[in-house]
């Protein structure tokens, strides 16, 4: 069964490059992460359940490790999107010294109800839905069968659902896929995403929140729910302690008010920004199979449960983190510049091999003082020393910054 269409437009290793798969296959088998994948639309992931459905290889795919991917300018094009929007400064300035809530418009929410919610999930997703308790919530990734992540989410147990918070520009595909290999299980996928409303909170919020929830969690990635909905404490991003409310539109609408007398509202590039600071990819529209796992450091989030049972592109996940030598990370850069300037997917080149590139922006988002902060995939050599580049051989220089977070000493 081949995987949905919608796939077809996003992916930047679209069918243009399907003939070079067989080529670079054969090649790339002990490369283990050395190298993106050359990752089609046309591969369908493992059927749930399956027994070692993981370890039969796509069609043209190798047997082991991962193919090459050749540059994006020899994809298929892909859909324009709009410039990165460049937030007014005093909306940073809110999240930063005193306190800003922020409407989350860039989400969908997938709710998946039905007594098989959880295992379904469990044979589909990177991380374990079968143990996920109600107070606590998770990262999780949704494979290709060659293991390159088709969408990033947050998880969590709302009543009688499992809901999933993900990109928005992705929602849509990524749900009628999971749904086409729910065969036989009992569960429903369902878009929530017009009855649910997402709010971001950064700074000195408690206070705010505390009209609006009985007790607020107090760990990362912990839950507390009431009848306004959800709130999830995620990474705190510069310094500052960050929220997640998730509830009924009308709940929600009907609070805003009460939190403009205490909080200012800032534009929800603000959060874009601050997800990269915090060092959390998402994985939106441009960067469609693009990366293992590993690559974005799902693994060190918490986002990759590596002794669960099988799920799509399982076996690559596992190889590349116990057989290879994971040879790409995800790092915290800056470039100046105005925001149009950049976009996921663009490519970044290093001084010393300008003639293929180095890595990929995975998310981008306007900087307070100027110019833009990035998270970037690279190969772990180009970090080590010489500069590397946006967009070209000459193009602006990126400065790279400290993660909030430790990457393993053997990356």
């Known amino acids: 069964m081949n995987a949905p269409h919608e796939f077809a437009s996003t992916s930047a290793a679209g069918a243009a490059r399907a003939d070079e ?3 670079t296959a054969a090649a790339s088998n002990t490369a283990v992460l050395d190298t993106h994948a050359n990752v089609g639309p046309g591969s369908a992931p493992n059927a749930p359940n399956a027994p070692n459905a993981s370890s039969t290889p796509a069609a043209g795919a190798p047997a082991a490790g991962v193919p090459a991917r050749a540059p994006l300018a020899a994809a298929a094009p892909v859909a324009p999107l709009a410039p990165l929007p460049r937030p007014a400064r005093g ?88 749904s086409m290999f729910v065969l036989r299980a ?20 408690r206070d705010a929140l505390s009209g609006v929830f009985d007790a607020l969690p107090d760990g990362v ?20 302690p960050r929220y997640l409310w998730i509830g009924p539109k009308a709940e929600v609408d009907a609070r805003l008010p009460a939190l403009d007398a205490k909080l200012a509202r800032a534009s929800a590039a603000v959060w874009d920004w601050l997800d990269i600071r915090a060092g959390e990819p998402r994985i939106t529209q441009r960067v469609v199979e693009q990366f293992v796992p590993q690559m974005v450091n799902f693994d060190v989030l918490g986002g990759v449960n590596f002794r669960k049972g099988c799920y799509p592109g399982q076996e690559v996940v596992a190889r590349s983190q116990y057989r290879g030598t994971i040879k790409r990370r995800t790092a ?15 490519e970044l080149f290093h001084a010393d091999d300008a003639s293929q590139p180095c890595g990929m922006v995975v998310n981008a988002a306007a900087a307070p003082d100027g110019g833009v902060d990035m998270l970037v995939e690279m190969k772990l050599t180009a970090l080590e020393a010489g500069t590397v580049r946006l967009g070209a051989a000459d193009g602006p220089a990126l400065t790279f910054l400290p993660l909030p977070y430790a990457l393993p000493s053997d990356a």
């Open 332 to 346: 915290l850069a800056h470039v100046a510049g105005e925001p149009e300037t950049v976009l996921p997917g663009s």
């Open 186 to 205: 009992k569960a429903k996928l369902a878009d929530a995403s017009g009855t649910l409303a997402a709010v971001g909170f950064a700074g000195d919020v």
């Open 91 to 178: 909306d940073f300035d809110a999240a930063l010294t005193r306190g800003a809530y922020m409407p989350l418009t860039q989400f969908g929410v997938i709710d998946v109800t039905g007594d098989d919610a959880a295992t379904f999930l469990h044979s589909q997703l990177t991380n374990d839905t079968q143990h996920l308790d109600a107070a606590s919530a998770r990262l999780a990734g949704y494979c290709s069968a060659k293991g390159r992540l088709l969408a990033s989410f947050l998880t969590w147990r709302t009543g009688e659902a499992i809901r999933l918070l993900v990109s928005q520009d992705v929602q849509p595909a990524v749900q009628k896929r999971l």
């Open 21 to 23: 798969r067989t080529n």
């Open 221 to 240: 990635h912990v839950k507390v729910d009431g009848p306004a909905g959800s709130l999830i404490r995620v990474p705190d991003a510069a310094a500052r």
